[in-house]
């Protein structure tokens, strides 16, 4: 079956499905699993009707608990029911997932894995939520892309009726849930095919109701509840043969290999990796690029991660295999090791499988960016006599030392793919800009594309960068862009403070949002900005998008203009095709605002395409002066002088990530901070700063209200 194409990203992807496959759902919105949600109460309210001609019924919950209540009582009366959710809000749901379970109930949870608060909280993705539930009786199925989104979302819809079981189906949080692809869409029409009818009036007989009601969640004692307990047992065979079936109706519909556990390599590897979620993209492109280089090896995705089948994994594994490293996205504190690992040693002992070494690590805590850098120091180290169990990648671990080095980092995506990067700033539309750049090239040509967008947890006002890929071969690089073909630095006062012009490959395209020349810029970027594009040949083009949006009404909203920029300096399209698929696209975003909101827009997208300026780069460049020393922010406070200069500061350049665990050593863990650091953390994001006229002011206090910074200034 051939799959109408469109880009979308992961959260609307199974949203997408579940929609279809539901009659209820409960809701309550947490970050970032929400704009599921969202759309499912869009949706519904749009009249949009379901598999079974029905318009889903949509309740909103005033907690994550009250939503698994919800869905609880639902699925009992035999509603087909689902909720959607992340982090603490699906820790509220254990005890009801824990009743869904054992009485047997084939809800469905889809959740954008995220990390649990321990000492600070983390808005961004990890497994750290989902490994709290394995032990509640939901089976767990893992998606590693927007695509399996899609297609697993079908799996576990399917596979919770067939075995009357609940399913918990997860993806990585701000990773899979918000990275754009370009994927094949499922219609209704074909998932309708893929459900058994007499299974559905089977889950339908055994509902709860006023004609056969039976009592569910009773009082047992000690005499029976253990026996009761372990009666279910034989139920997880047949989830295990029900996801196994449902993956084979996909598979046959759209020509896939879903399997419980998929294999990826060498046929005679030596050395494999097991991991599931987004962090196996990455390891089959790296996988890919070893075997090319000559060596042996391979990758073990685990897809049904619980009920988890022993056999099933050993049946998976190559008979030449000798080293085993399995990756956790999760730290489980005191334990001998992580959940995966301790799964995947359990099975080599169980199964007598001989002359094995099974190493764990954890990788990607709270979105942590995983390259194939770091995936191939994790084979490396499988060819050690003695490889380093407990490891970490991805930081520098120099008080327990348990990190391993990353010795290269090769370009491992496919060379017909473009790549392109832009820094923004948090609420200047850069982003949507660039999700509206993403679908025009995604659905108007036959490129593939993803787009991935690393967001501050500040949210507005805070650093935006959005990583661009689309090219002819599949993109699996889920990680985000270091050398990007084209760079565009959308807030001036980035210029000076972050290495971005260093992202881009030389003889690559540089775009600034600033009203600078060469001579002004000569002053104003920093030695080795102006350096490394005289070195390196980097075509720079500047354009005053903060002028023309204000000029035009539009405020601090400069995306229509650079996004405009953008298509004519990448020539991704014949302009005139891509101008007026933007012009489409600020009709859909904008139409509901008004016509002069629209017209302010399109304006913009003439602006863009009209007033770019080629900086010509002057030979000085290639020797500049070297830059002024800037001071730290001065503190007068003791306690807080360490952390503002060792890594406060190196935060706020964007250099967080090469901070080494002992940073954190004097704050215990980063739990206790010092107190009355944001005073010191003045970001200046602003293009412009307004100034008093004490002859003008008539004290009515509204700038204190506006803008309290310049007001202290």
Not at 69 to 89: D, R, W
Request: hydrophobic share 40%; charged share 20%.
């Amino acid at each position: 079956m051939t799959r109408k194409l469109k880009t979308m990203d992961g959260n609307t992807a199974a949203a997408h499905v579940a929609y279809a496959l539901t009659d209820v759902a409960a809701i309550y919105p947490i970050t970032p699993s929400s704009t599921m949600a969202e759309y499912i109460d869009k949706w519904a309210s749009e009249g949009r009707l379901n598999i079974f001609g029905q318009t889903v019924r949509v309740v909103e919950m005033q907690s994550e608990g009250g939503a698994a209540g919800a869905v609880h009582g639902s699925v009992i009366s035999g509603a087909l029911t689902s909720t959607f959710t992340a982090s603490q809000g699906l820790l509220l749901m254990i005890p009801t997932m824990y009743m869904i379970a054992g009485e047997q109930l084939p809800a469905v949870i889809h959740v954008s894995a995220r990390t649990v608060a321990s000492h600070a909280l983390s808005i961004f993705g990890d497994h750290s939520d989902v490994m709290a539930c394995r032990q509640t009786g939901f089976a767990m199925l893992a998606s590693n892309s927007p695509q399996e989104a899609m297609d697993l979302s079908a799996v576990a819809h399917i596979a919770a009726i067939d075995s009357s079981m609940p399913f918990l189906h997860f993806f990585d949080g701000f990773r899979t849930s918000h990275e754009m692809q370009k994927i094949g869409v499922w219609d209704y029409d074909t998932l309708r095919k893929l459900f058994d009818d007499e299974k559905l009036a089977r889950f339908h007989a055994r509902a709860n109701n006023p004609a056969h009601p039976v009592l569910r969640g009773s009082a047992q004692n000690g005499d029976i509840f253990f026996q009761a307990r372990e009666a279910i047992n034989s139920k997880y065979t047949d989830v295990y043969t029900a996801t196994e079936s449902a993956m084979d109706k996909v598979n046959k519909l759209i020509g896939t290999n879903y399997k419980p556990f998929n294999y990826y390599g060498s046929s005679n590897a030596d050395r494999i990796i097991v991991a599931m979620g987004s962090v196996c993209e990455t390891a089959e492109e790296v996988v890919d690029y070893l075997n090319a280089h000559g060596e042996k090896v391979g990758l073990i995705k685990v897809r049904l991660y619980r009920p988890w089948a022993a056999s099933s994994f050993i049946a998976t594994l190559p008979k030449t295999v000798k080293r085993i490293a399995v990756l956790d996205r999760t730290k489980e504190p005191g334990s001998v090791g992580e959940p995966l690992y301790l799964d995947v040693m359990t099975s080599v002992v169980e199964c007598g499988v001989p002359g094995i070494w099974v190493c764990g690590g954890r990788y990607g805590l709270a979105s942590k960016d995983v390259t194939p850098g770091q995936i191939i120091a994790t084979f490396d180290n499988l060819k050690l006599d003695f490889p380093k169990n407990s490891f970490t990648i991805g930081i520098t671990d120099d008080v327990t030392n348990l990190s391993l080095p990353v010795t290269k980092e090769p370009l491992t995506t496919p060379s017909d793919i473009i790549s392109c990067k832009f820094w923004g700033l948090g609420s200047d539309g850069t982003v949507g800009a660039n999700k509206n750049s993403i679908k025009i090239i995604g659905d108007h040509t036959d490129k593939t594309a993803q787009a991935y967008f690393q967001y501050d947890s500040r949210k507005s006002g805070g650093v935006t960068i959005s990583h661009l890929r689309f090219g002819s071969s599949p993109i699996k690089s889920a990680y985000y862009v270091s050398k990007a073909d084209f760079v565009a630095c959308h807030s001036p006062s980035y210029l000076e403070k972050y290495d971005i012009v260093q992202d881009t490959k030389p003889g690559g395209v540089f775009l600034a949002n600033c009203a600078w020349g060469a001579e002004e810029l000569t002053s104003i970027l920093p030695a080795a900005a102006k350096k490394y594009i005289a070195d390196n040949d980097i075509k720079f083009y500047a354009v005053d998008a903060v002028k023309i949006a204000k000029d035009l009404g539009l405020g601090n909203r400069t995306n229509s203009i650079l996004q405009a920029a953008f298509f004519k300096l990448s020539n991704i399209l014949p302009i005139e095709n891509a101008a007026e698929y933007m012009r489409q696209a600020v009709r859909d975003t904008y139409g509901r605002k008004g016509d002069d909101v629209v017209r302010m827009n399109i304006e913009a997208i003439e602006a863009g395409l009209n007033q770019l300026v080629e900086i010509n780069v002057p030979d000085s460049w290639k020797s500049p002066a070297p830059d002024a020393k800037t001071e730290s922010p001065a503190t007068s406070r003791a306690d807080a002088a360490s952390y503002v200069s060792e890594v406060m500061t190196q935060m706020n350049a964007m250099r967080g990530d090469k901070l080494p665990v002992s940073a954190f050593i004097a704050t215990e863990a980063g739990s206790l901070l010092p107190a009355g650091t944001a005073a010191l953390e003045k970001r200046a994001i602003n293009s412009e700063a307004p100034s008093w006229i004490p002859e003008n002011c008539i004290q009515c206090n509204r700038c204190a209200y506006v803008c309290p910074h310049s007001v202290v200034r």
